[in-house]
């Protein structure tokens, strides 16, 4: 059977995302991210387009690494002002039906039992249409916020959020039986005690005894997205991830990253099917190439290369703007983003270079064309690569996302690379076509608690 293809928008709490300096644009809209009817339109148009999801991104901290200052990163608006994701969420769903929600969360700066706690709770409130994106921080800027100096190094990191979902595993899926609740007004009894069991955990970083408060939810542990590149991250994200998020210039990138995420998966027992990866992309599409490449030229004039440099140089913890325009960038170690930061090992890449990768003030490969053109492109990449889907950055907000829904998705249709309808059932049924739980030999499910540690001794 022809694969076909999974689709998530991929969006931020903000003005400025990934495509920088685009807010400048005369039909950008992206300036009333603080307003609820912003998001449920953006909700009702991804699915209408039936967008499998809204992938949305999250920082703790800002980017003030470039020219060691804020100075781009206010003007420009990059990722800066950016509000809560989760606060969006509620609203969303109750004007859709189907729509997932992938929401970032940097578990870092959160207790285990609070965040299961939100996350359980919105999984009852969307019907199952929740996910996680696990991030764990690169950012010294979100430290100082918390009252420490730097962050912690980059393997503890991952040890640290290992921890963190096993303690989130025992609340999800083992604190309630899946018929704990009776609502039984006769016998006057909503919840059957028996069924209902303490959480005990002590461990290097957390300690927690009790029982959840949030009954078992439609997926129990929310859809796991991640996006590790590192060797730690690689282990971490194929133990636990449902949804790998990965970056890559060029199909031979991409196709050697599905390769080694397949070897990871094998060597974790998990098979490749057990996981969907997706790529982060940008599209400019019309209804002609002519239209497309005149958009991107019109857009060009907006979009902000210096931006994108800001954005970054945090993203790999080196001030660039200390280099000159042609100067080859040596290798440093930091504790940002190793899978960006280690291309300055493997290759030459001076600022001017990074700018004209940044033409549209983002980072991620990008299509330009007709939507015919725009299908084709996608298929080659997806078939070539050996990927599942794509994350769809925004440009000129909402117009690039009216464009992708109008020009491209009826090319992918027609080739039956495109879904028609949304199937039923919740996010993770919807993803992997199986039941709305977790499969039986995925690590949330090796802490079943004991009967002795129910709640009724």
């Keep these: 059977m022809t694969k076909q293809i999974l689709l998530n928008a991929f969006d931020m709490n903000c003005a400025g995302h990934i495509n920088h300096g685009l807010w400048t644009h ?8 603080n307003e609820l009817n912003y998001w449920t339109d953006l909700a009702k148009t991804l699915e209408r387009g039936l967008f499998d999801g809204l992938f949305i991104a999250d920082i703790i901290g800002v980017y003030d690494v470039y020219q060691n200052n804020l100075d ?26 189907h729509l997932g929600f992938g929401v970032t969360v940097n578990l870092s700066y959160e207790q285990p039992y609070t965040l299961a706690r939100r996350f359980a709770s919105l999984d009852h409130l969307t019907q199952g249409r929740i996910g996680w994106n696990i991030v764990t921080g690169y950012l010294d800027s979100a430290e100082r916020l918390f009252g420490r100096k730097t962050l912690a190094e980059h393997d503890l990191r991952y040890e640290q959020a290992n921890e963190f979902l096993n303690v989130c595993y025992q609340y999800w899926e083992h ?29 290097q970083f957390y300690q927690s005894q009790g029982v959840f408060q949030v009954s078992s939810s439609p997926q129990r542990t929310p859809v796991l997205f991640q996006a590790g590149a590192s060797n730690a991250g690689m282990n971490f994200a194929t133990t636990h991830a449902e949804c790998i998020f990965i970056g890559g210039d060029t199909i031979a990138q991409v196709k050697q990253h599905v390769e080694n995420i397949q070897q990871h998966l094998t060597k974790q027992g998990r098979a490749r099917d057990e996981v969907k990866i997706f790529v982060g992309i940008t599209v400019v599409t019309a209804e002609t190439e002519q239209q497309a490449q005149d958009k991107f030229k019109e857009y060009q004039r907006y979009a902000s290369p210096e931006a994108g440099l800001a954005h970054y140089s945090s993203s790999v913890g080196i001030n660039l703007a200390q280099y000159d325009e042609h100067e080859t960038i040596p290798y440093k170690k930091t504790n940002s983003i190793q899978s960006i930061n280690k291309k300055f090992k493997s290759q030459s890449i001076t600022p001017h270079q990074l700018k004209q990768q940044h033409q549209l003030g983002g980072r991620y490969p990008l299509f330009i064309g007709s939507g015919q053109q725009i299908a084709q492109q996608l298929i080659h990449f997806l078939d070539e690569t050996g990927i599942d889907g794509f994350n769809l950055t925004r440009t000129v907000t909402p117009e690039s996302y009216h464009d992708f829904i109008d020009w491209v998705i009826p090319e992918l249709q027609q080739q039956g690379r495109y879904k028609t309808r949304y199937d039923a059932g919740t996010l993770r049924q919807k993803i992997f076509k199986q039941e709305p739980y977790l499969p039986a030999h995925h690590p949330a499910k090796q802490h079943a608690l004991k009967k002795s540690d129910s709640y009724i001794k």
């Design 175 to 203: 604190s309630w039986q899946d018929d704990a609740l009776r609502h039984d007004k006769t016998a006057r009894i909503f919840t059957e005690p028996s069924k209902v069991h303490e959480v005990q955990h002590h461990g």
């Design 26 to 33: 005369p039909r950008d809209q992206s300036y009333r991210f």
């Design 72 to 97: 781009v990163t206010l003007k420009e608006s990059v990722q800066l002002p950016s509000h809560d994701p989760m606060t969006l969420i509620s609203g969303m769903a109750a004007v859709t039906t």
